[in-house]
């Protein structure tokens, strides 16, 4: 049977998540700033699709991030 309630997000794991969300921003503009200045629309076409890829991502983190804070505890353990 699978648990189906959550349990707090450790320490390691909130600092696994900012640092991905970091990461997905970054990727985020370098693919868009990538694409901006290509000549070739072939790679502009797949710089783009990074970009959707990465934000999907992003979305995701923030996500479980918000799913997460209705019970993260209220002070630092």
Aim: glycine content about 0%.
């Amino acid at each position: 049977m699978q648990n189906t309630q959550m349990q707090a997000l450790s320490p390691k794991e909130l600092n696994y998540i900012a640092d991905s969300i970091s990461n997905e921003e970054m990727l985020i503009k370098q693919c868009a700033a990538t694409a901006s200045i290509s000549h070739n629309p072939q790679i502009q076409q797949a710089l783009n699709q990074y970009v959707h890829t990465h934000e999907q991502h992003l979305s995701t983190l923030v996500n479980v991030l918000q799913q997460h804070q209705s019970i993260a505890p209220t002070q630092a353990q």
